[in-house]
């Protein structure tokens, strides 16, 4: 198989001039305006070996800006024309909530979750037909779920409908200190996890919490909303969620931010089989299983990524889901929020998300016949309208 770097010219050049560029967005559409450009001479050809050769033949640079390149063409490959400014709208509103992407399973059409039920409860432990077993001991109530308004993807401020069950799952990290994990570690191992879970417990945190064995702990009730979300956005076939509280049950691995690549095998299994029973449970979609780093939101800057957990490496296809970080964030093209470096570094090489974000903002933008700027501005007032009646149906609530 062969893979050619296209019509970059010098991707070392390429990529110091865009590294040159503060500001993101700017700097994706230096990198598009390079894919875009006339087609030359290709640069190099590069024959895919076994990784660990190949790493060391291709250059750093030239990987990076070949595989973004192939994101961004794939991104922006163009549709029919829309024959006017109605039939534009009504693509773009079509367009906005991708649907998860297929397994590659034969014969699998889309992600369905097998039948999951409760098969024995005793004391501290309920055990579940797929094997899950989770532990009780340390559950808490917090305040009972609340009934959550949902949005449309475009318009009024007003919610179109509410809702009163759990939609989506969102999955954590600690941000918690870690012994090494060895088995001459069992000790600290087994009291760094015992102080997280009292953390947690009085924090009214999470959901859900899995140790590094791979236990899975009960915090908060279902039926209770946990304090994991805060300001956050996603949006799911049936609208737009903001701060998912209420919307989204909280489930944590132990683990910091950035150390992902720790988490251990037996973590994996557990978040696996304790997806699969709460998607059994709520009838959660697919495309609604999503991290942290995706949904938090910074209003006082509008920035996306205020907590950075999971930004990248989490294992979608070992814990049953498809690459969610490839969907479009609903903060960006909904909403106006922008991205920062911080917020790039975090995600790596996940940048196809907010790729197809920001293009989707431009094209809505486009459709409406309205300046970005301009667009992008009534989406903020537009958030901060929804907010502002959040904020204060919860402070009448309480």
Known sequence: MR?????????????QRADRISDPVERLRFLRSQVQKPAEPPVAVVTLRPAARAHRRIPRGVRQI??????VVIALAPGPNPKGAAETSARERGLLVPRAETPESPGSVEWVVPRVWRVDRSENTEVYSNGLRVDTSFVVSNRPRAEYPVYALVGASTPAKTGTTPVGIV???TESHMAPFEEGENRHLRQFGRNVLEVIRQGRSYHYVIDRFGRVFSVVNESDAANH???????????????????????????????????????????KVLTEMLRSRYGIPAENCVT?????????NMRVGNHTDW?????????????????PLASIYAFGFEYDEVYLRAVGDN??????????????????????????SMLR??????????KEQSEGGS
């Open 3 to 15: 893979a050619q770097t296209g019509s970059f010219g010098d991707p070392g050049k390429i990529e």
């Open 66 to 71: 070949a595989w973004l390149a192939l994101v």
């Open 171 to 173: 999955y954590h990290t």
């Open 229 to 271: 979300a805060g300001a956050s956005v996603w949006a799911g076939a049936e609208g737009i969620y903001v701060n998912l509280n209420d919307s989204f049950i909280g489930v944590a691995f132990e683990g910091t931010t950035d150390a992902t690549d720790e988490v251990t095998p037996a973590q994996i299994l557990a978040a």
């Open 292 to 300: 942290h780093a995706q949904v938090s939101v910074n209003p006082l």
């Open 311 to 327: 930004a990248r490496n989490f294992p979608f296809g070992a814990v049953g889901l498809p690459n969610n970080y490839a969907i």
């Open 351 to 376: 940048v196809k998300g907010l790729i197809l974000s920001q293009k989707q903002l431009e094209r809505q933008a486009a459709a409406e016949h309205t300046p970005y700027l301009q667009y992008r």
């Open 381 to 390: 007032h537009r958030y901060k309208d929804i907010a502002a009646a959040l």
